[in-house]
């Protein structure tokens, strides 16, 4: 069974910095795509970034410059590193397994909130 347990989040001042991970197993990290997404108070499922199965890496223009997510396919884990956060990023942060407007399957997801 494929399963994704997230971990990382928590309170952080403006432009700090956090990095999620995401727990992978039942299923072979290189031949999916992986995604991240959010979800803040009274709004819907936004896109993050997504690693391809080669390691292409690739972001909207909210978190562009400012997140970096990666993998470690022998540990199978998934990696977001947030930098300078902004309080529009306070939201529960969900990977998942495949394209985000695919997604087979997400974790239970972790709160990032970024508050002074």
């Known amino acids: 069974e494929m399963q994704l347990v997230e971990s990382g989040g928590g309170l952080v001042q403006p432009g700090g910095s956090l990095r999620l991970s995401c727990a992978g197993s039942g299923f072979t990290f290189s031949r999916y795509n992986l995604n991240w997404a959010r979800q803040a108070p009274g709004k819907g499922l936004e896109w993050v970034s997504t690693?391809?199965?080669?390691?292409?890496?690739s972001y909207p223009p909210a978190v562009k410059g400012r997140f970096t997510v990666s993998r470690d396919t022998d540990k199978k884990m998934l990696y977001l590193q947030m930098n300078n956060l902004k309080p529009e990023d306070t939201a529960v942060y969900y990977c998942?397994?495949?394209?985000?407007?695919?997604?087979?399957?997400r974790g239970q997801g972790t709160q990032v909130t970024v508050s002074s």
């Open positions: 690693i391809s199965g080669l390691g292409t890496p």
């Open positions: 998942g397994i495949g394209p985000f407007n695919q997604t087979t399957k």
